[in-house]
């Protein structure tokens, strides 16, 4: 009996694609990994997907036109890999009678550890002094802040949102959190606002959230006038969240200060993006779960996701 083959589209998993061939053929199948640096087109999931019985999902646009493909195919099941499901409609999925789930809550600690870094970064200014010296030859001293003492505006509250709750307030962060769902977390000293309320007092802003309807486009041009002057704002959530116009009229008029942005309306960041001039910014290529323990992890959750769908 041939094994059912499985397309794998997500980019942290091809890096480690060998590591999983055992478990792919302990689960009874075979995988095909995809050549994409971050998504796949509609086109091109469209030509792939009809030869494939399941399908790990990375980042790529998984809707109606692509899931008709497939179900016009072989496509029986697909897992989306990683948290994020803004790219994945369950719909038509649920429609073409094709079982799709996600894998939830195994980041919080890996973006956890990025969102900090990028505050520190921020505050302290380390990636600049870096680049500096690299390119430059340059000795930069810029006097930062502190992040002791300091107010975040943390916009999310689940696995992630609290795991990165946790680092700011080993840091002596002050933290208001922005979650519709909020409900309080034992151990964590942290007051709750509806967004945008005291937005004003923040010296950060640091994006955790899911893209929804709501989250969608919430940093807009609005809000730069409630801003505190010098802001620092962060996103490892989703591109969208940011309006990237306001963000970079926010940086021209120097009302924010500086951004870290680890996902980005059009990925990768093209190469014309303004955001590109401003040198304090930090940019990072929606990486932020990529670590090498998570991917194994996440991974063979995944695998036997699918395995269990195909099994059925």
């Known amino acids: 009996m041939t094994r059912p083959n499985i397309l794998v589209t997500c980019p942290p998993m091809l890096g480690l694609i060998d590591e999983f061939a055992n478990d792919f053929a302990e689960a009874g199948l075979d995988f095909t990994p995809a050549k994409v640096t971050q998504i796949l087109s509609v086109q091109e999931l469209c030509d792939l997907l009809p030869a494939y019985d399941g399908w ?3 980042d790529d646009p998984a809707n109606a036109k692509v899931v008709a493909a497939g179900a016009a195919g072989n496509l029986r099941a697909a897992v989306k890999w990683g948290v994020g499901i803004d790219n994945v409609d369950f719909d038509v999925f649920a429609a073409h009678k094709i079982p799709v789930e996600n894998t939830p809550n195994v980041f919080g600690e890996e973006v956890a550890d990025v969102a900090l870094t990028y505050v520190l970064g921020l505050a302290r200014e380390t990636y600049l002094i870096d680049r500096e010296i690299r390119a430059n030859n340059a000795w930069p001293k810029p006097s930062g802040i502190s992040v002791h003492g300091r107010t975040v505006a943390l916009v999310g509250f689940g696995d992630i949102g609290k795991a990165t709750a946790r680092r700011l307030a080993a840091c002596g962060a002050n933290i208001v959190v922005y979650d519709p769902y909020y409900q309080p977390s034992p151990g964590l000293d942290v007051e709750h606002a509806e967004w945008p309320q005291r937005i004003g007092e923040t010296d950060f802003i640091v994006f955790t959230c899911p893209l929804t309807d709501s989250t969608r486009a919430m940093f807009n041009h609005e809000l730069l006038g409630s801003l505190k002057s010098g802001v620092r704002v962060v996103n490892v959530a989703r591109g969208p969240v940011i309006v990237e116009e306001a963000l970079i009229e926010g ?26 001039g401003f040198d304090r910014c930090i940019f990072g290529s929606h990486n932020g779960s990529n670590s090498s323990d998570a991917v194994r992890r996440v991974s063979r959750i995944a695998i036997a996701k699918i395995a269990r769908f195909l099994g059925e």
């Open 56 to 58: 790990i999902i990375g």
């Open 251 to 276: 940086l021209q008029q120097e009302i924010i200060h500086s951004a870290a942005l680890d996902v980005f309306e059009v990925e990768p960041l093209p190469e014309q993006s303004p955001l590109r």
